[in-house]
């Protein structure tokens, strides 16, 4: 079974662009999550999508960061503008159904840098 | 209180040492609990559910309290391999939706020759 897959894996860009991420979860996954991981910090939930619907985004910070599911399956991250503070590793992950009753599955993540 | 609260570590042990690290969290309506293991520049994995009675699965063992909103993970005889960072992650949390997972930030683990 393939795993989640997400691209690209690595983005620099300067302060004020935008960047965009992309995630394929596994098939068959119905839930799925955007985390920002900041160096030597834990997973932060940014948004969990249940199909092509927001279950929570409680944690985005919605002036600047979007993000969507439209068919249910693939999901696309996007910054706009980008700060410096941005700069850490973005996972995408999935699961059967709402991860407090299912494992979750993380891809390899997004490395990036704002300079 | 955090959220979700971690030993700081790092923990630096011999091979065949038992280790233990610890965790707190602040919501009590928490309802599942997960040790996670992330390895240098990797993405989390799930170690081990924690259920309320404790769990074992080979060298690792879970425990819960949740009168003291607390967990714990026990490593006995210690591998090179089990070098890690391990994530206590709790559903629930500060505004948002009980379905949503709170990771603590983790605690170092280096197990040496």
């Known amino acids: 079974e393939a795993g989640v897959a997400q691209s690209p894996r690595y983005k620099i860009i300067e302060k004020r662009q935008s960047v965009a991420f992309w995630c394929n979860p596994i098939?068959?996954?119905?839930?799925l999550y955007w985390y920002q991981q900041i160096l030597g910090q834990g997973p932060k939930l940014l948004i969990q999508?249940?199909?092509?619907?927001?279950?929570?985004d409680s944690q985005l910070p919605k002036d600047r960061f979007s993000a969507e599911r439209l068919k249910g399956v693939d999901s696309t991250l996007k910054i706009q503008p980008a700060k410096l503070e941005d700069s850490a590793v973005y996972l995408c992950?999935?699961?059967?159904?709402?991860?407090?009753?299912?494992?979750?599955?993380f891809g390899p993540g997004t490395r990036l840098t704002v300079l | 209180r955090k959220e979700v609260e971690q030993d700081p570590g790092p923990f630096n042990v011999p091979e065949g040492a038992t280790v233990a690290f610890n965790c707190t969290y602040s919501?009590?309506?928490?309802?599942?609990f997960f040790w996670y293991r992330q390895d240098c520049r990797k993405e989390p994995k799930l170690l081990m559910s924690?259920?309320?009675s404790g769990n074992e699965d080979g060298r690792f063992t879970a425990q819960l309290n949740r009168a003291s909103q607390y967990i714990s993970l026990l490593i006995r005889d210690s591998k090179l391999s089990d070098s890690a960072t391990y994530l206590c992650?709790?559903?629930?949390?500060?505004?948002?939706?009980?379905?949503?997972?709170?990771f603590g930030k983790g605690t170092l683990l280096t197990v040496n020759p």
């Open positions: 992950a999935s699961s059967r159904g709402l991860a407090v009753y299912n494992e979750q599955f």
């Open positions: 924690v259920y309320s």
């Open positions: 992650v709790v559903n629930g949390g500060s505004g948002g939706s009980n379905y949503k997972l709170t």
């Open positions: 999508f249940q199909n092509n619907g927001v279950v929570d």
């Open positions: 098939s068959g996954h119905a839930t």
């Open positions: 919501n009590s309506a928490s309802q599942s």
